[in-house]
């Protein structure tokens, strides 16, 4: 078994690999990962790693692409190198929408990513809040799958009184429904119609939010949308206010602007993705770091220890 663990980083989070190394009292080991004047990545490890447990922690988060490719292209010069085990840390796992071909003529990206990853050498992956628990199926090798909601969950039960958890749509009740057993509260469900990809309507509420907090759960927060909608709908069947927390802030497009606009007093995310300038300036944004959870997760991945029993 490998005895010595070296934490490695591209250019997506590297605070986070940082804040995991330094819960692990490691320092971060050394690479050059930068691009030629063309775009192209070029990666130097710069430290020896033959015989050792490498973890490269790289969220694949905007830019995607260009994550993703430092990531494959970092994994295949530690295989290089002789590493003899390589984890993949990806908090914020890229393309995990496209989980499944519903539509004639599309990919199954979130399938392509895996290919990948196996191809140049992963041996595990350590991942937060999939999108879809079965892209766990998309890999021949294994993968934990952590969650958030240790840390979310200490956050709300200190912060707010009489509160209820609320689902955005049908396909999150079961995150959510675990949120409000945990907490020991009510569940809602926003029923709603999307119309085009990135754009919804909320209809009505599933559920009596009257008088209560009502705090939205999700995934990840893109576009805002969503979240946003929900929000002004519970507000209309009369949540005194409306709060929301997710695990990755991708916060793309108009999200940021249109949570200040919207009744949503406070967003809760974890540090899964850098936030971008505009959301930092954001007084609505409240983040969590998953750094300790994603630490002892290595160290017990490195020990061979349980990593499940951290939820249980």
Partial sequence: ???????????????????IAAHLDLS???????????????????ENVRGTDVFVVQPTCTPVNDHLM??????????????RRITAVVPYYGYARQDRKNAPRVPISAKVVAEMFMAVGVRRVLCMDLHAGQI????????????????ILEYISRTFKDV??????????????????????????????????????????????????????DDMVDTAGTLCNGAKTLIANGAKEVHACCSHPVLSGP?????????????????????????????????????????????RIHNEDSVSSLFV
Avoid: W
């Avoid at 971060?28 to 710069?46: C, M, P, R, Y």
């Avoid at 890999?139 to 240790?150: E, G, Q, S």
């Fill in 1 to 19: 078994m490998p005895n010595v663990i070296k934490i490695f980083s591209g250019n997506a989070h590297q605070e986070l690999a940082k804040e």
């Fill in 28 to 46: 971060l080991s050394k690479a050059d990962v930068k691009k030629f004047s063309d775009g192209e990545i070029f990666v130097e490890v710069k």
């Fill in 70 to 83: 430092e990531l494959v292209i970092m994994v295949d010069a530690l295989r290089r190198a002789s590493a």
């Fill in 136 to 151: 766990q199926g998309f890999f021949n090798i294994p993968v934990d799958n952590l969650y958030a909601a240790p840390v």
């Fill in 164 to 217: 209820i958890m609320v689902s955005p749509d049908a396909g999150g009740v079961e995150r959510t429904r675990a949120y409000a057993k945990r907490l020991q509260c009510g569940l809602a469900i926003i029923d709603k119609r999307r119309d085009k990809p990135n754009e919804c309507e909320a209809m009505h509420v599933i559920g009596d939010v009257k008088g209560k907090t009502a705090i939205l759960v």
């Fill in 255 to 299: 999200a940021v602007e249109r949570i200040k606009n919207s009744d949503i007093k406070s967003l809760v995310v974890t540090n899964s993705i850098p936030l971008g300038t505009e959301a930092i300036k954001c007084g609505k944004i409240k983040v969590l770091s998953v750094s300790a959870l994603l630490a002892e997760a290595i160290r």
